[in-house]
């Protein structure tokens, strides 16, 4: 009888394992994607992630061409942007940070392990399979403090409702989200995040005012500049195959963000990625002339540090 109990409650697991897997089917791509760089870099949350999700990687060898390079870069990027974030959030001491649209997110899991309280702001789908990573893997702390809440970028009343579960200043952090947003979805994104800033205090963390500036330079970190054009137009190549629309570069001149941003109600200042050289998970796998560009490289101001007018 003990037998047949376990073996029912095993095919039981399997069974919701597989529905919950299957859940994921209709995510966006991206978040698949990113975790597939963060994976690569050797994060282990992100590792744990992509193999509960079940899913083969997205882009392999078979798929692109210039694979080896594209991986490296990417999960670099991707690691930069994962590790300098949660460095600004540190230093600043920020108890309460957003999320937006970050897809399963490693960083939510370690800041609520440390005591933070992380409301993370995605897309229905995405949202059932983070509360799955989160009770698979969080620690007790980090299941107490951070939590899925999902609502559209550009809806107002959900993003502000998601805000009011937090007592005290904020740090929101975005990347690599407004870049694929059509126009109009981005603007009600930035006056959304204006009425958040101005409710709640605090301010928005981003790089991707900076992105085709910042993504380049970490391609010529790892392959030289006379590589890093050609990186940064297949790495965009490759999203817009996922994407299947093109991503927007432009708002990457400082004054012409800057107007946009004031346009909002927001203004912003530069901050350098990392105030010390970063730990990083990757560095494993880089030459110690790369490491060494990558630890110039995270000196440099691409981080903007916006706050409500
Ligand atoms: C490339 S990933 C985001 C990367 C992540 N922010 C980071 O820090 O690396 C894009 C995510 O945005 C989400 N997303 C796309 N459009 C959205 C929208 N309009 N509102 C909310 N989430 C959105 C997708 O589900 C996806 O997980």
């Keep these: 009888m003990k037998k047949f109990l376990a073996v029912m409650m095993f095919a039981l697991m399997l069974v919701t394992t597989q529905a919950r897997a299957a ?3 209709m ?10 760089w963060l994976a690569a870099a ?9 193999k509960l999700i079940e899913r083969p990687v997205f882009f392999n060898a078979d798929n692109l061409d210039d694979f080896e390079r594209l991986e490296l870069t990417n999960s ?35 800041l609520g392990d440390e005591g933070r309280k992380v409301a993370v702001g995605e897309l229905q789908t995405v949202c059932l399979i983070g509360d799955w990573c989160l009770e698979e893997f969080g620690s007790k702390k980090a299941i107490n403090n951070v939590w899925y809440d ?35 979805v981005r603007a009600q994104m ?10 709640h205090g605090g301010c928005l963390i981003t790089s991707d005012f900076t992105q085709k500036k910042y993504f ?11 590589n890093a054009a050609t990186l940064y137009d297949e790495t965009k190549a490759m999203y817009e195959r996922v994407f299947d629309d093109k991503i927007a570069d432009d708002l990457q001149d400082e004054q012409e963000a800057l107007e946009f941003l004031k346009t909002h109600g927001l203004t912003a200042r530069k901050v350098p990625l990392f105030n010390k050289p970063p730990k990083l998970y990757i560095s494993k796998k880089l030459t110690p ?15 903007w540090v916006i706050t409500a007018l």
């Excluded at 995510?27 to 597939?36: D, F, P, T």
């Excluded at 690691?79 to 897809?103: G, H, I, P, T």
């Excluded at 002339?289 to 981080?303: F, R, T």
């Design 216 to 226: 380049t330079d970490v391609a010529a970190a790892l392959y030289g500049e006379q």
């Design 289 to 303: 002339a790369q490491l060494q560009a990558v630890n110039e490289l995270a000196k440099k101001d691409y981080l």
């Design 190 to 199: 930035y006056e959304n995040l204006r009425d958040v800033l101005k409710k």
């Design 76 to 110: 670099l990027y991707q690691e930069l942007n994962m590790q300098a974030a949660m460095e600004f959030v540190r230093e600043n001491n920020y108890k309460n940070v957003m999320d937006l649209a970050c897809s399963l997110s490693p960083r939510a899991m370690i």
């Design 23 to 25: 859940e994921f089917e």
């Design 27 to 36: 995510v966006e791509y991206s978040a698949q994607v990113k975790l597939q």
């Design 42 to 50: 050797g994060i282990p949350e992100a590792q744990k992630f992509l």
């Design 150 to 184: 999902a609502y559209w970028l550009q809806d107002k009343a959900g993003m502000m409702a998601s805000a009011n579960k937090l007592k005290g200043e904020v740090c929101i952090i975005e990347q690599g989200v407004m870049i694929y947003l059509a126009d109009d």
